[in-house]
């Protein structure tokens, strides 16, 4: 009898050890599945040009709510450095996220033997995503070049301006720089040969009336007035660019606020807070879109820092601030990086330029 109850005891035993096993490895396996990393149909990459750490805090000390620097969850630092110079120019600079190679200053698109180098732009393009780019300074400037084309010298404008106006794997495009498809040394029609291919043109925002066709707005003959004369083009542009790119397969947006490194250039602190708060309201409107939506990476970066901007107390007695200028020019120190969705971990601590790329890569569909 004892022995009989010993055996019954066992497999009572036995019996709980399988379902407990079995419901350990049920919830293993439910987790193994759940922990896949979440990949992003949509990617927006945003370009403070000249935006160095001060910069940014210039926008904090500045601003009585709460910016959108503060609603990332991860940020890092990014090496500016270009394949020529300690420091960069934004040609360079813009060219190593854009593409993952360093190149020489001055350098569109290309790696140091002039060989071009597909943008991450083309790389979605290729793959059947919806393309944009909107800045407040001409389309042809380095930045959006480096996206978009791939030139030898960021000074050939002209020739910039005619491989925009060939560019199959492109949908919507913001800024300035008319006179360069318009005033030509070669007398060429490029807009009238962008209508043609089905492009449409445009002067302003509120004139676009198809939000499928492809589309340009050159809203200057060069580069816009800078903020806040210019309204609030830079964000309204951005709102639209999204409405217009998002679709089933997803899209790949960059934004850039132009013209921080202009006043940085000028040591110009008012223009400079004035810009970074432009720049945070198109922020603001990118991090509104990325939540609500779920699927949408945001990256924010600058291709270097312009003016060597440092805040400080002259008199060194911590009872005010001051902007401190230490150059006119570009300076060699980290710029930031902020992150926001599916992937956003990965772009944490100190990286090169030209990794960015490779980590949006890794994380998009």
């Known amino acids: 009898m004892q022995k009989r109850n010993f055996i019954m005891k066992t497999r009572r035993i036995l019996s709980v050890l399988l379902i407990v096993t079995a419901l350990f490895s049920t919830s293993c396996g439910s987790k193994s599945d759940n922990s896949a990393p979440k990949k992003a149909k949509n990617v927006i990459v945003m370009i403070g040009d000249g935006m160095g750490p001060a910069q940014v805090y210039s926008l904090i000390l500045t601003s009585q709510e709460q910016t959108a620097f503060e609603r990332f969850p991860y940020s890092g630092f990014s090496i500016t450095k270009s394949a020529s110079n300690e420091i960069t120019d934004s040609a360079a600079g813009g060219s190593a996220i854009a593409n993952g190679t360093k190149t020489n200053n001055g350098v569109v698109g290309m790696d140091p033997d002039s060989i071009p180098v597909p943008s991450m732009l083309e790389i979605f393009a290729e793959q059947g995503k919806k393309t944009g780019v909107v800045v407040t300074c001409s389309v042809t400037h380095a930045t959006p070049a480096d996206f978009i084309a791939h030139n030898i010298t960021r000074k050939d404008n002209e020739g910039i301006a005619l491989e925009i106006s060939e560019k199959t794997g492109l949908d919507v495009l913001f800024g300035g720089g008319k006179k360069y498809f318009t005033e030509r040394k070669d007398s060429l029609d490029l807009l009238g040969k962008m209508w043609e291919n089905g492009w449409n043109i445009y002067d302003s925002l509120s004139q676009i009336e198809d939000n499928n066709a492809k589309t340009m707005v050159l809203a200057c003959r060069r580069h816009m007035v800078k903020a806040p004369e210019r309204g609030d083009f830079l964000p309204d542009a951005t709102a639209k660019a999204i409405e217009m790119l998002d679709n089933e397969n997803g899209f790949f947006l960059m934004v850039e606020g132009s013209q921080i490194d202009f006043a940085c ?22 991090l509104d879109f990325a939540e609500k939506d779920g699927n949408t990476l945001v990256v ?27 150059t006119g020019s570009h300076s060699a120190v980290f710029v ?28 998009a569909k």
Do not use: C
């Open 265 to 286: 250039h000028d040591n110009d602190s008012t223009t400079l807070v004035e810009e970074m708060r432009d720049f945070n309201k198109a922020l603001n409107v990118v």
């Open 300 to 326: 924010v970066t600058a291709d270097h820092e312009t003016g060597g901007l440092t805040i400080v107390d002259p008199q060194g007695k911590y009872t005010r601030t001051d902007f401190k200028w230490t």
């Open 336 to 363: 930031p990086v902020f992150s926001y969705g599916p992937g956003a971990e990965n772009f944490s601590g100190v990286m090169d330029n030209t990794v960015i790329i490779n980590k949006i890569m890794d994380v």
